[in-house]
């Protein structure tokens, strides 16, 4: 519109004036001469406009309104003829037709003009400029008029100037585009306004025209006259025509309908048009070509349409029915079917080859519009009785690529025969010569190509993809048939097909998802309602998909297998793939498997031998798909396409077979096959057989093997020699084998039904990889497991993969996907097994470690589910299978230990299943397992499952494949019972709570609950169950874990015991404790006592160990001492229980049957326990009495011992616990009521039988006699039975009786009787010159010991056991002297005895007879004056058993003995003495005496003589021990004479005058004679002689004849003294003499000094008139010694002197004078 601007603004106004004058000034002037008229109406043309200028403001509309007259000069000018003035006018004419000041009557005469010129052949160009001019600046110009301007552009067409024809030929197309734009314009402008168009009447012939607007009219004029030109009839409105080519019409047509489709659309006259003039016209046009046959006769080429098919005029019609059908198919469907139908026809083989490239190429057009194409589908092949049109389109492109493999290549000449190669370039038409060339050496041809056996077709690129660029549908300017280059026509077809399928498949997935989408909005925005089905789109799809599949699958299956060029095959693959998708979406099975298969076959080697493609390929290659009456085979691949072989290798197969190929294609195939799965998986559904056969066969050939998780990765190069890649393919292959997972992680995309799809493939396909694992050959399966084939191991590394990565919804899958993998687990094949069992453990461990939701913990059914397949492997007997699975174990308990939650009784189930043929390592493995849970997890399981954990360790302990692991098992029981006892109370209330729910159930169903043990609480009942299975082990076969077993089981209940209820107890002594111990008891009496050589290995035995029975003997100790214990530490529990006695009086069977067993170390044991269970103290309250056991002080040191000896643990008395839970239950474990306690006596009574039978029976001689074999019990045995008696009689003292008391002095006699073997004696023995006790003797004395100190405390009828005991005690000190007897046995002394040979050997009883009288000593002096001890003439009893060793005295064996009895005897008397003088009335000590004196004499005058060996130190020692007895006589006896018999002091006072004599022995030699004389005790003697000799009380006669008696025998021995001394000193001259005889002469001078003081105090008449003469006599003797040299004896001598004085006297005189 810029030129409206300008041509309206002053300026170009102003000079559109100037412009016009100075055009009229021109004509004017050239007309001046010839033409005046002209001239004339130019100038007054100039006025004219001056005026106009002048008076108009708007100039232009003036000027338009004056036009026809401003135009007249000009229009003269025109009429005149001459070139010059004519130009000169039509250029003014032209100006003003610019600035659009032409009225329609000037433009009429304009037009009218032109006519003229344009009959003249005047200025041809110029008129068809100014026409063009004129229409296009306005619109002023219609009907007549227009039709004339338009005719007169058709007649300039057809001038013989060929410029002229070519400018016409435009100016007609752009003159009757003008005509339409007018139109267009038109019913823009009146748009807004509607306007009832009159309804259509029928389908008159001749359409009223009248409603048309005046625009709209010439268009339609126009057009009807155009068909009526090209059929070649008279126009109505275009009058004056005078030729017209049918090709010029055409193209006209062709142009209008293409760019004015909408004119068409909109009005009715027009669409009337078009079905009843154009399309007859051109149905009836192509008649010549669909009754041609290529090869009929044919006339000479002519321009007119005879019967042969024309070029340009074929050509042009094809473009009119594309146009047809793409803008007006809706308006025509009849006449678009029959279009179709000849389209397809041209494609025919028999029609000339430019037809058939030009209707390939309309077809091609076709295939662009996949809207068009679903019409089609829509309109034709729904609808009953009418042409499958889309079907026959495709079918009929499917055979024309075929019929260009098969049919000769005749077509490749013009109509006329004559070769025409000037189009085809040189290298197309040089091509390979033939197919020889084609593979040679299997080189890839540069050029892109297809061949087929032989026939090797070259591939152009003919348009870009997905638009159909023609090229002999647009030679309009050729008349002859163009010569079609080879390939051409297989070129645009191929396009044709590939934008077929894309088309199609895009256009119906964008709907599809479109739909997808609104539905699930829809179903967002109101999920009740159903959302409206549109079943019509659906049936379209369906219908169109079903149409073509059929042909496009085998076009592109030829194609596939023809191709040469990657490019190609990939965009085929793509279209199959496509294909095949779409089929899939819409649930088509046999198209979308028909299209699968073919891609699996193209990506296998040829011939390929897969059952599952070949089955499925017969059933469609069977079907023979008619089109247009041929029959198209599906074509089958050919094997000898000249391919790049990119790979060797070994087909799956059951028979080993040759090798096979893999070419490029076929690995390029692979990869759209795994695109396939990988992007549509969701659509493959039964398909995925097909898809996942080939790949595990492909990937068999590639030698791809499987890796952690189940990802492929390509096999060692030592696979197998069979197998050869190429560096191409093993570039390929990480991404191959990447794909591979990408393909199954994208599983996790599928939905469920899918994903079922894949899973069941992947079984399936499992299934035949076993089927071949086993051989065909069914035999060789029994008869040789190791089958040697390598497995198919592609299908399970998948399942495995896919299970992985759809770990969110796994429930919907596990069951089939773990059936499955349960199976293969069970294959005999290792290689395959294995891999099972590797997929189905790593399954397991995701699926409990990926995080669910809800999570497991929340969703028990999920986790059981999972665990299952654990459990179900416990089946499989490979002990492969069975390793991998406890791994698993140990893995899932390391990182899911602690969520298990439910599933603990199948993780148990799973430990525990072990059995003993499974050898070791797997033992092993399953015992890690459960390490672990004992350590970390009890806390984490539900408690119901701790039974579960006690059973699964005794199974370990009882396997017998490795002792280590048994004895460890054992110690996890001992932590369990340990973790048990920390968590009793929360076990407790868990247990409970479950107990009720069962019980519930179980009373639901009417059974009773079935749980071991069950009356007991469910925490008691755990115990027991731990308890029981102890036991169990307690008996087991094997030494070491009985062993362990029984300190542990000992060990938990002492520790852990308090936690039970008393009931509990019942079961735990009955069933548990006492069921052992006859096991054992059993066990061990009937036990082998065959040595065994050694342990198993160079482990050597023990010699104490080495039969069954010395090994069984150690378990009696064990389970004897541990029961007992028990015993001994829970019994005032164990009292409430109410059959305690018969508990009480079982165990002590038991004990008898150990203790009098003949295996030392059993029946040392059963007294230790029997020690054990007397340190039961009966509680006391302390109220009652006083506290006897302090009184009684029972050596500490035995109750220590008995502590330390039980096997275990040390107890720990933590009964808090034990209280909270009696608390809990209501029961008081406190001490038992009062008065409880007198119900334990008859326990103690019962003990003290068995005590009594047991010591009876072991210390009964053997009747034998000298039988070597003879069983002499132990030294440590007796010594432990008389240990346990001070432990036994606190407990029965009370009743203790003298005949009791009999009986235990039987056994300690005959305990201490028993001799010990030889070989033994040296650890039993002191060496002989020792004084020790053997711990025996200690033993017995301790006996005696606690009774004496129970009488002591006791009442005064216990005291008469005294004497009794008394008695005991100096039997044993008579073994001094004389050792007992055991039996008839013959015993050597110790030092004779040899230590290698069986003899007995008796003890040194010296000590123990020594200690004995050291007792008896201690005991008489407390209880000298008891009267039993009286009555009973205990005294004179000692002094009897004394006497022997004091008579004895050097020949006592034991130079000890003597001195003791010595001691001892001094000892007694002192106390003893005292008392008998008090009783000396009552005469019971009057037999003691004489018993007395023998004893003095016997000892004093010894006959025995002492040893030569014995040194003077000792004999004076020795002399001190007389002096000592002297100087009791003195002190004790003496003095009380008249409380003593008469005899026995005569007795006395001789032995002391026979001692004050030199007593001397004759046996030593004249050097020692005055030192050996006893000079100490004779002097002794004579002291008490002389001390008796003055009593100054005689009381009696007897008294005083002792005092004379003794004097005299005084002085005598002092005057002998004296006259020794001085004979000695005399002689000795200055030697000094003897001190022994100076220390005699200083004793006798004090002596004599003392006689003469006490004669002075005695009253004179007691003095004797001999005495004072022996006393004077005595005088001249001292003054003799005078001369001595010793100062002492001289001071001595001094106080000696001093007394005579007294007797210094004047000689008697008679008184005189009173003087005297």
Known sequence: MSVKMSTSSPEAVKKLVENMQADLRSLSMECKKKFPPVKEAAESGIVKIKTIAARNTDILAALKENSSEVVQPFLMGCGTKEPKITQLCLAAIQRLMSHEVVSEAAAGNIINMLWQLMENGLEELKLLQTVLVLLTTNTIVHDEVLSKAIVLCFRLHFTKDNITNNTAAATVRQVVTVVFERMVAEDEKFKGLTEEPPAVQGNSNRRSVSTLRPSAKDAYMLFQDLCQLVNADAPYWLVGMTEMTRTFGLELLESVLNDFPEVFLQHQEFSFLLKERVCPLVIKLFSPNIKFRQGSCSSASSPAPVEKPYFPICMRLLRVVSVLIKHFYSLLVTECEIFLSLLVKFLDGEKPQWLRAVAVESVHRLCVQPHLLRSFCQSYDMKQHSTKVFRDIVNALGSFIQSLFILPNTGNTSSTGTPAGGSVSGSQASGPGGPGAAGTGGALTTQAAFEYRGTWIPLMSVSVQGSAKATYLEMLDKVEPPSIPEGYAMSVAFSALLDLVRGITLMIERELTKQEQEAAMREEAEPVLSPPQEPLAHEVWEEMVNACWCGLLAALSLLLDASTDETATENILKAELAMASLCGRLGLVTPRDAFITAICKASLPPHYALTILNSNAANLSNKVYSIQGQSVQMVSPSSESHQQV????????????????????????????????????????????????????LVWILGLKPSVGGVLKPGRAVEGPSTVLTTAVMTDLPVISNILSRLFESSQYLDDVSLHHLINALCSLSMEAMEMAYGNNKVRRFLDLQISAEPSLFAVAKLLETGLVNMDRIEILWRPLTAHLLEVCQHPNTRMREWGAEAITSLIKAGLSYKHEPPLSQNQRLQLLLLNPLKELSNVLHADIRQKQLECVLQILQNQGDSLGPGWPLVLGVIGAIRNDQGESLIRTAFQCLQLVVTDFLPTMPCMCLQIVVDVAGSFGLQNQELNISLTSIGLLWNISDYFFQRGEAITEELEKEEAVLLKQAQDKGEPLNRPFHPAPPFDCLWLCLYAKLGELCVDPRPAVRKSAGQTMFSTIAAHGTLLQPSTWNIVVWKVLFHLLDCVRKSSTTADKEKIESGGGNILIHHSRDTAEKQWAETWVLTLAGVARIFNTRRYLLQQLGDFFKAWEVLLDHIQSAALSKNNEVSLAALKSFQEILQLVTPVKDTDKPDALAAMDVPHVLMESLQGSGPGRPLVRSDSLAERLAQRYGVQPSLPPPGEELDDSALWWSAWNTWYRVGTECTRPPSGGTDKLAFVPSQPFLTALIQIFPALYQHIAGGFSMEDLKKLGVILYGAVSVPISSDSSPFILPSYTEAVLTSLQEAVLTALDVLQKAICVGSENLQVMYPAIFEQLLLFVEFSCKPPQYGKMETKHVANAKYNQAEWVALNYVPFAERSLEVVVDLYHKTACHKAVITEKVLQNIIKTLRIP???????????????????????????????????????????????????????????????????????????????????????????????????????????????????????????????????????????????????????????????????????????????????????????????????????????????????????????????AQVIALYPTLVECITCSSPEVSSALKDALGPFKDFMQPPVSKVQNGES
Not at 650 to 670: D, E
Not at 674 to 696: E, F, I, K, M, R
Not at 1500 to 1518: A, G, H, R, V
Not at 1547 to 1557: A, D
């Open 646 to 697: 990119v790979a060797v290798g070994q087909p799956l197969t059951a028979q080993p077979q040759g090798t096979v190929v893999l070419t490029a294609k076929n690995i390029q195939c692979m990869r759209t096959l795994l695109n396939l799965a990988h992007c549509h998986g969701a659509y493959l559904g039964t398909s995925w057989q097909l898809v996942l056969a080939t790949l595990q066969h």
């Open 1446 to 1668: 004091l008579g004895l005295k050097y020949a006592c064996p034991a130079e000890s003995t003597w001195k003791l009895a010595v001691s001892s005897l001094l000892k007694v008397l002192s106390i003893g003495l005292p008392v008998a003088r008090q009783q000396a009335s009552s005469g019971k000590f009057d037999t003691m005496w004489p018993e007395l004196a023998n004893a003095f004499e016997d000892f004093l005058f010894t006959k025995s003589t002492p040893p030569d060996n014995l040194s003077i130190q000792e004999f004076q020692k020795n002399e001190a021990v007389d002096v000592e007895v002297v100087q009791l006589i003195s002190t004790e006896i003496l003095p009380f004479a008249n409380f003593i018999p008469k005899e026995f002091v005569g007795r006395i006072m001789s032995m002391l005058n026979k001692g004050s004599i030199h007593s001397q022995s004759s046996s030593f030699t004249e050097a020692e004679m005055d030192i050996r004389m006893r000079e100490e005790f004779s002097k002794v003697c004579f002291e008490t002689l002389l001390q008796f000799s003055f009593s100054n009380k005689v009381s009696t006669p007897q008294e005083g004849y002792i005092s004379r008696m003794a004097l005299s025998v005084l002085l005598q021995r002092a005057q002998d003294v004296l006259r020794q001394y001085v004979e000695d000193e005399r002689l000795s001259g200055r030697c000094p003499l003897p001190r022994q005889q100076v220390t005699e002469i200083i004793f006798v001078l004090k002596a004599i000094s003392t006689l003469m003081d006490s004669l002075k105090k005695t009253q004179p008449e007691n003095v004797d008139g001999n005495v004072w």
